[in-house]
């Protein structure tokens, strides 16, 4: 089966890491990605604060081009993008008028029936059912794991595990050997795409999560969106200072940990680009 | 040949300030078939009433068309005139003159020309009625009461001491309901279990009253007056006769790490128990579920210590047939719980409990002796925090509904806290406090001004638990929507009140309907607030919605009351505007085809079939045939029937055609 996979902005950008573990988990598994031909941004945050149609229209394009392409399943690493994917797929879906007008838009005709995956349901599809024979290096590790907004809301959109208190990601990472706290912070707000205009409120909100973390005693916080990543590692720094502190958690992509787990080098998962630190391997 | 007589009624000025009631009058004796018209200032009045039972008399009238107000309003009383002049009541109609067009309309000549119009359908539709007999029906004076709450306690007990018999039927090993297990209660501050106790104790000696605990309804028949009721008599695996309650096996059973269902899972009991020690009957039962012995097949300690060998491990459940005259059910509620609520841990922290479990905590004779102990540890909760309309008022995540009772027990659980714990801190978030009742504002404010209880206006969106404690982030939007942190050793969650587990699988047993949360639904809201809509069943307690004990109470003595006037009858007189299948003579027997599609649609299960024997028994035809005891009248089947066998006496399809075809003519 040809599967596709839509990197969006960040992952051939600012997360290059997470992209190097998603390819790199993919070679190890054996399975091939085409990437969506010729896509576009999916609109982001900045869309739907603008215009309804247009981020609906974007996102579409981005469907409608997977399915001309012939791809019946895309992942989409990004948990914003796939938010936005989601939710524009659920829209069309209820409004057969307005898919038919957002198909004039793109020129295109837009159906909706590529499958989307975001990166928990790829590795609880492909991966996880290989997991045991390749596990060579259990990753023996307390670690939280950290969903934020976008990966589980909204849920009656998405249908996906639990808004309050998801447990998705914790399964796969305990399958891998690592022990997973329980602590109320793993939807909180980061700070979004707040991270470039008001650095200061990513300081705040993202040190929160990263205080709740260690002081349970986590080794590592778990993410599966870039600017999750991003906020946690990327502004460290900012974190820091903003609450007087010297937090050294480091910050993993769900794929880099299961990647060091059978095997790969930290080099080969993305580790060496991060901000924090990662005494882990 | 039809000779009609219409009588015109000025209702005072109520219609003739509109109507020209004399036209009115004048053009419908000109009416082929009438053979006497006349109008009047009071038809209803005692010389009103005389001028139509002379007319019948004098014009030998074979209908009778009142033009007057409502049926609802008069119909019975122009009948019975009817009835006193010699003519068969169900050859009168009445013509609503008043509130179809003389209250609706401004004085003008369409106005009256209106009233002709309504007068003269109903002319021609009186001229094809058919004398009716009312229908009688048998009443078997034993009222059956189903669930032991206090609803149904208080219903027991009133129809009882009317001198009926009462058969209760409770399915847990007692009776006493919620209230059994409450601490206090609001307004008053009286102990729930002593005012109670005595009531159960009072059930259980009655004369008058045969009590069924540990059993079910496994089926209604019937119809008002002559139900048929199957009970099924859970096996409690003991002789009640010689158990003498001392209890010694309860003691010595093996297996006493179930979660205690009286305590709310903050006690454990043994397989074989006493729910409560002022339980009624005081007699134990086996949990066949969790009993050792039915488990893996050894055990019967308890057989060996009972000192009057009481213990039967074979004992079958028993099925009892009952004839029954009326139902009250009175099944009371549940209520959420707190797994019910992701965003306070699914029910996870041990410390976060909600309103039941408090009120165990808060009792004497509870799992910590009326102590307020947190579950987790023992200890001693300094800051507590009650959550009022926990899932309530929610329609997005949880229901749409109040639940009536919560704002007044938090109010109750806070005081008791602060009564036990004088320097605790209780804190209340709430959305509205509705303390709508005798006495119940004032008890708020009490908690508010004299326990200092701290209200808070606000939601709480999370809590979560940290180094031992629980942190309760909520907002206090009587201070600009400030967010508020409270860490707190204790979280009361004021959950909503649900419909009993059951209640769904019963009202479909019963016939009743319910409503989209599964309360039983009564049969108008305002004016039958204890009746169902099947006639002779009817409701007391929180299985309508939730409520509270003086509520409870009330409606318990209104559904007794309903019962006892059924039951001051031998007979029920119906009035005889129900459904029948056309008969006639061999071979056709009846148009009926015997597909029984109307058996389907019937909302009351009215429709039975009926058997065309040859001599010899054997069955010639089978057609469908209405019970007249069941049958509402609502003509679903007239409407269903194909080959048109059905109709509906009193308004059968020819007399509305008749009607509708005045209307759409010239006169
Ligand atoms: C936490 C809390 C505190 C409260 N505090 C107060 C207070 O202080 N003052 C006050 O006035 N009210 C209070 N109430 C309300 C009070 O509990 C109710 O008003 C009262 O219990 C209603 O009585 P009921 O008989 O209708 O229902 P229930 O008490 O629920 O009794 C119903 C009975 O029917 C039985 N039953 C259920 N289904 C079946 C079935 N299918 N077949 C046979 N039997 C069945 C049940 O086992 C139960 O015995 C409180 C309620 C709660 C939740
Ligand atoms: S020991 Fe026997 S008599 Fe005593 S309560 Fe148990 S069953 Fe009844
Ligand atoms: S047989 Fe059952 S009820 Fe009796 S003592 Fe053993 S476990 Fe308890
Ligand atoms: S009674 Fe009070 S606490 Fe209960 S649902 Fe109504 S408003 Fe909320
Ligand atoms: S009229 Fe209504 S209640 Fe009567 S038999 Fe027909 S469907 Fe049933």
Redesign the pocket.
């Known amino acids: 089966m040809k599967f596709g996979i839509y990197p969006g902005c960040s992952l051939t950008g600012s997360a290059r890491d997470y992209n190097e573990s998603v390819f790199a988990l993919a070679e190890a598994f054996g399975l091939e990605f085409t990437q969506v031909p010729d896509w576009n941004c999916c609109g982001a945050t900045a869309a739907h604060n603008l215009n309804k149609e247009l981020s609906l229209a974007l996102p579409a394009r981005i469907l409608a081009l997977a399915e001309k392409n012939g791809l019946e399943e895309i992942i989409v690493p990004c948990a914003a993008c796939y938010s936005r994917l989601v939710v524009t797929r659920h829209e069309l879906k209820k409004d057969p008028e307005l898919k038919n007008r957002i198909s004039e838009v793109i020129e295109m005709d837009y159906r909706g029936t590529s499958k989307i995956l975001n990166v928990i349901e790829w590795i609880d599809k492909y991966i996880t059912p290989k997991l045991d024979e390749k596990l060579v290096k259990p990753f023996n590790y307390k670690v939280a794991c950290y969903y934020g907004c976008l990966l589980v809301r909204p849920n009656k959109v998405l249908g996906y595990d639990r808004a309050e208190d998801p447990q998705t990601m914790d399964i796969v990472m305990r399958k891998i050997g690592a022990e997973t706290i329980d602590y109320p912070s793993k939807t909180e707000c980061c700070g979004a795409g707040l991270s470039i205009s008001r650095t200061d409120i990513v300081s705040k909100l993202s040190g929160k999560i990263i205080e709740d973390a260690e002081h349970r005693g986590a080794d590592a916080i778990i993410v599966a969106c870039p600017m999750c990543h991003s906020n946690l590692d990327m502004r460290r720094p900012d974190i820091n200072k903003y609450w007087k502190t010297d937090f050294k958690i480091p910050v993993l992509f769900v794929t880099q940990a299961i990647g060091l787990a059978i095997g790969l080098s930290p080099e080969k998962v993305g580790l060496k680009r991060h901000f924090v630190e990662v005494k882990i391997s | 040949m039809a000779r009609i007589g219409v009588f015109v009624c000025h209702c005072g000025e109520n219609i003739s300030a509109t109507v020209d009631c004399g036209k009115v009058a004048e053009t419908i004796g000109k009416l082929k078939h009438v053979a006497y018209s006349t109008d009047y200032k009071y038809m209803c009045s005692d010389p009103g009433q005389t001028i139509i039972k002379d007319a019948i008399k004098e014009h030998n009238l074979t209908g009778v068309v009142v033009s007057a107000c409502s049926p609802r309003m008069h119909e019975p009383t122009f009948r019975k005139a009817c009835a006193e002049g010699g003519l068969n009541p169900f050859l009168c109609e009445m013509a609503n003159l008043r509130e179809h067009c003389s209250w609706v309309h401004e004085k003008n000549d369409l106005t009256t020309e209106k009233a002709i119009d309504i007068v003269r359908s109903q002319v021609e539709k009186v001229k094809l009625n058919s004398a009716l007999q009312p229908i009688k029906v048998p009443v078997t004076r034993t009222a059956l009461v ?7 306690i208080q219903s027991a007990l009133d129809i009882a001491n009317c001198g009926h018999k009462v058969v209760m ?4 090993p007692s ?5 059994s297990q ?1 601490s206090e ?2 307004p008053t501050l009286d102990c729930s279990q002593c005012i109670l106790t005595p009531r159960m104790v009072e059930v259980a000696q009655h004369p008058n009253i045969t009590l069924y605990t540990y059993a ?2 496994e089926s209604v028949e019937g119809f008002i007056g002559n139900f048929k009721v199957k009970i099924r008599k859970k096996a409690k695996s003991l002789d009640e006769k010689i158990c003498t309650g001392c209890g010694l096996c309860t003691t010595k059973c093996p297996q006493k790490k179930i979660p205690n269902e009286f305590e709310q899972g903050m006690g454990m009991r043994p397989a074989i128990y006493i729910p409560f020690p002022q339980a009624v009957p005081n007699r134990p039962v086996i949990d066949r579920e969790h009993c050792t012995y039915y488990i893996k097949g050894k055990c019967k300690v308890c057989e060996i210590v009972c000192p009057t060998k009481a213990i039967r491990f074979d004992q079958p459940d028993e099925i009892l047939e009952l004839e029954i005259g009326a139902i009250v059910v ?4 549940d ?1 959420k719980h707190a797994d019910f609520f992701p965003e306070y841990g699914y029910g996870k922290y041990k410390d976060i409990i909600d ?2 479990q408090f ?1 165990r905590l808060a009792s004497a004779s509870g799992p910590t002796t009326g102590a307020i102990l947190r579950p987790s540890d023992g200890q001693v909760p300094k800051n507590i925090v009650f959550i009022a309309c926990a899932g309530s008022r929610d329609p997005a995540k949880g229901i749409a509904y109040c639940s009536k ?1 919560c704002c ?2 938090t109010a ?1 659980h806070a005081m008791l806290y602060k009564h036990k714990v004088h320097e605790g801190k209780a804190h209340v978030f709430y959305m509205d406090i509705r303390s709508g009742g005798k006495n119940y504002d004032e008890f708020v404010r009490r908690a508010i001004e004299e326990d200092h209880v701290n209200y808070i206006r606000g939601r709480v969106s999370t809590i979560y638990e940290r180094d031992g404690k629980l942190i309760v982030k909520g907002v206090d939007t009587l201070l600009g929507a400030q967010p508020v942190e409270i860490v707190a050793d204790m979280v009361v969650l004021a959950t909503a ?1 649900i419909a ?1 587990s ?1 209640a769904e699988e ?1 009202a479909q047993k019963l016939h009743v309907s319910y409503d989209s949360h599964k309360f039983f639904a009564e049969a108008h809201p305002k004016l039958k607030p204890v009746e169902t809509n099947t006639a002779g069943i009817f409701l007391a ?3 309508q919605n939730p ?4 509520d ?1 109470v009330s409606q318990a003595s209104g559904a007794a009351v309903k019962v006892a006037a059924l039951f001051s009858q031998s007979e029920l007189t119906r009035e005889p505007l129900v459904a029948a299948v056309n008969r006639s003579g061999p071979p056709m027997y009846s148009t009926c085809v015997g597909c029984f599609l109307c058996q389907s649609v019937c909302p009351y299960q009215a429709i039975e079939r009926e058997d065309f024997k040859t001599r010899d028994g054997k069955i010639i035809k089978t057609v469908a045939k209405i019970n007249e005891g069941l049958c509402q009248g609502c003509g679903t089947c007239v409407a269903l029937c194909r080959s048109k066998s059905i109709d509906l006496q009193g308004y059968s399809n020819n007399q509305v055609y008749a009607e509708v075809v005045a209307l759409l003519n010239e006169y």
């Not at chain 2, 189903?146 to 149904?152: C, F, H, K, N, T």
């Not at chain 2, 039927?169 to 847990?172: D, I, M, Q």
């Not at chain 2, 009776?175 to 209230?179: D, P, V």
Request: hydrophobic fraction near 40%; include cysteine; aromatic fraction near 6%.
């Open positions: 189903i669930g032991g709450g206090i609803a149904g039927v409770e399915r847990s009776i006493g309901g919620h209230m409450l209660t609001f079910e309804i009175s099944t009371g509620f209520i309103g039941l009120e009772i007044m027990y109750k009140g009993s059951g019963l307690g929180a299985c409520k509270d004990i003086p409870t």
